[in-house]
């Protein structure tokens, strides 16, 4: 085989790998948004979440409120009937 043949098959060769990197790479990118889509969805759920428990919790400080005042009105009643 002449030189001249062996340069071309290598040349052929590099540059079909050099194309297939290229391409590749692009789908390692469009990979990466995806991923980062899915991140940034997540995340928002995550804050929606946060949301609701700080409404259970904020709705539980007041049942506790409430029942403080129900146990002090039980115990005045208790009192009263003792005395």
Sequence with gaps: MAWERVA????TVVLAVLAGSLYNNRRIDDVHRRIDDLRSDMN??????????????????????DLREIRGMLQEALRARAS
């Design 44 to 65: 928002a759920r995550f804050a929606q979440v946060d949301a609701r428990f700080a409404q259970v919790e904020g709705r539980l400080a007041q049942v506790r409120e």
């Design 8 to 11: 071309t098959i290598v040349v």
